[in-house]
């Protein structure tokens, strides 16, 4: 079964620095999203992207954030000068199509921001 | 925006015994409702999922029902195991492409065996 993935699997980074989390969706998916998930606490949405344009973001998702599709099939997400409240897992998700479809998530990118 | 409400945040049950999770939302024009199972650690997973025209769907121990007027859907899981022991998390997704799929806040299922 086609799946989401995500590397790293665990970053840990010093305050300030830049951060860059990969993800490839699953190959015929045309919505692209991430999530993250603080320590112990729900899921919360950050970006979806479709079209090659950011389509929404929350409110989480500030001057700091930034996504990507470089190529054919990996999409980043950047966070240009981390903080310790960045420290979540970020999970990337895809779906094949918007509303109604399902949505599939990567296994996450864990990062500690020191 | 939709906000979305889970009780309870921990259930304890017996092996054997069913568990119920219950969620409310607000958007009327909500229409995908997606159950997720987070074991420690890992990604959420799809557990099952109803749509806004469908009332109720069963996939072996796993059930879900949907009140559109009420706004609100449960998640029924019988006979339970100790390996049903998870976090779930109901979320919502409105109707349009854009809307993102909304959490709730989740809740920690103990299977007691």
């Known amino acids: 079964e086609p799946e989401v993935t995500q590397t790293p699997s665990h970053q840990v980074t010093q305050m300030g620095q830049e951060v860059i989390l990969r993800c490839v969706p699953i190959s015929n998916h045309l919505y692209f999203y991430w999530y993250r998930q603080i320590l112990g606490q729900k899921v919360e949405f950050l970006v979806s992207?479709?079209?090659?344009?950011?389509?929404?973001k929350s409110e989480i998702f500030d001057d700091q954030f930034s996504v990507e599709r470089p190529d054919g099939s990996n999409f980043t997400l950047k966070i240009r000068s981390t903080k310790l409240e960045d420290s979540a897992m970020y999970f990337c998700a895809s779906s094949e199509q918007g509303s109604g479809n399902t949505i599939y998530f990567g296994e996450g990118s864990w990062l500690t921001v020191v | 925006g939709e906000n979305v409400e889970q009780h309870p945040s921990t259930l304890s049950v017996q092996e054997g015994d069913s568990a119920v999770i219950k969620c409310t939302y607000s958007d009327s024009a909500s229409n995908y409702f997606p159950w997720y199972k987070q074991e420690l650690g890992k990604r959420p997973q799809l557990i099952i999922d109803?749509?806004?025209?469908?009332g109720e769907k069963k996939d072996q121990r796993i059930a879900v029902t949907l009140n559109k007027t009420a706004k609100h859907f449960s998640l029924h899981i019988t006979e339970t195991q100790p390996e049903d022991s998870a976090v779930y998390f109901c979320a919502v997704l409105g109707p349009s492409g854009n809307t993102p799929l909304v959490f709730g806040k989740g809740t920690r299922l103990s299977v007691i065996a």
């Open positions: 992207f479709y079209n090659n344009e950011i389509s929404e």
């Open positions: 109803i749509r806004s025209n469908v």
